[in-house]
């Protein structure tokens, strides 16, 4: 793989059609190092959602079963619940990078997403 197709696929890997144009440049400008832990974070978020949203929902369309829809109801509740916190979590990392600090971003400065929630 060439050097141009690498980089425009670690840009890639951190674009979002629904970032704000503040976190589209952050993760333009982010190191190599500050990337593979943006990473290694969509990693445990993505089994966080699998594990309390998708699963819940598939066990609930599989057995049909009022237990099941009890687990399914608590755990995407723990989820929803949970949204925040990631969403802190996010805005905390994206603020720790070299970029971020450099500009004296703080997570209140930071707008997620490109449209208002």
């Given at each position: 793989m060439n050097n141009n197709i690498k980089t425009k696929f670690k840009y890639w890997m951190m674009w979002s059609?629904?970032?704000s144009p503040v976190v589209r440049q952050i993760c333009a400008k982010m190191t190599n190092a500050e990337r593979a832990?943006?990473?290694s974070l969509v990693c445990i978020y993505?089994?966080?959602v699998t594990l309390t949203f998708v699963l819940p929902i598939v066990n609930v369309l599989?057995?049909?079963s009022f237990l099941s829809m009890v687990i399914a109801i608590v755990l995407i509740t723990i989820y929803i619940v949970g949204i925040p916190y990631w969403m802190k979590r996010q805005k905390k990392f994206l603020c720790s990078t070299e970029w971020?600090?450099?500009?004296g971003l703080t997570?209140?400065?930071i707008k997620l997403f490109a449209f208002r929630l």
């Amino acid at each position: 793989m060439n050097n141009n197709i690498k980089t425009k696929f670690k840009y890639w890997m951190m674009w979002s059609p629904i970032q704000s144009p503040v976190v589209r440049q952050i993760c333009a400008k982010m190191t190599n190092a500050e990337r593979a832990k943006a990473v290694s974070l969509v990693c445990i978020y993505s089994i966080w959602v699998t594990l309390t949203f998708v699963l819940p929902i598939v066990n609930v369309l599989t057995y049909q079963s009022f237990l099941s829809m009890v687990i399914a109801i608590v755990l995407i509740t723990i989820y929803i619940v949970g949204i925040p916190y990631w969403m802190k979590r996010q805005k905390k990392f994206l603020c720790s990078t070299e970029w971020s600090r450099e500009q004296g971003l703080t997570p209140e400065q930071i707008k997620l997403f490109a449209f208002r929630l």
